[in-house]
């Protein structure tokens, strides 16, 4: 007897939404799927450490697509509204190809900067701490100052060159 008396009560409840317009089915509400609004954070790590950053907002029709247009890129972090997609790039940045410098810091940590390394420089990436008491003068004094690198193969052959002095 329960039992009817419940199956009654539920499609009483389920012809007066048909009736009233309410979204409620066995008295939970009804999700309306259209197109999604998602923002996009794409991240870009380059060889020199740098992270080129880029937002975007989309509106997802299909999921498929959408997975689709970031093949190649990591996914990083998922939440309602919002994804986080990482790509490591094999090359030095942008910005480094017009002003990149290898330096050191002062506790002889090789770093990454953009423009000449100072007091007031921030490093963009540290890599490997060396021994000044192993350098030469000379290369340390160009550590001091800065070296210039303007694409990936003078970025690797400094960072090479440089590694022979680590502790």
């Known amino acids: 007897m329960f039992l009817v008396k419940r199956l009654l009560f539920i499609l009483i409840l389920s012809a007066a939404a048909l ?5 409620r089915v066995f008295g939970a509400e009804v999700e309306h799927y259209g ?7 794409l991240e870009r790590v380059y060889l020199d450490g740098d992270v080129g950053i880029e937002h975007t907002d989309e509106t997802v029709l299909a999921m498929e697509d959408f997975w689709a247009a970031y093949a190649g890129w990591t996914l990083v972090e998922q939440k309602k509204g919002f994804v986080l997609f990482r790509k490591h790039v094999d090359d030095i940045s942008p910005l480094s190809k017009v ?12 770093s ?3 423009g000449r390394p100072d007091s007031l420089a921030e490093p963009i990436q540290s890599f490997f701490q060396i021994d000044l008491e192993r350098l030469e003068s000379h290369l340390q004094k160009h550590l001091e100052n800065g070296i210039p690198y303007r ?3 003078e970025f690797e052959s400094v960072i090479d060159h440089i590694k022979t002095y680590s502790g």
Do not use: M, S
């Not at 009736?19 to 979204?23: A, K």
């Not at 197109?35 to 954070?41: F, S, T």
């Open 99 to 110: 002003n990149g410098y290898i330096g050191i810091t002062d506790g002889g940590v090789i």
């Open 112 to 114: 990454t900067f953009h």
């Open 151 to 153: 694409t990936k193969a």
């Open 35 to 41: 197109p999604l609004r998602v923002h996009v954070q």
């Open 19 to 23: 009736f009233t317009g309410e979204p």
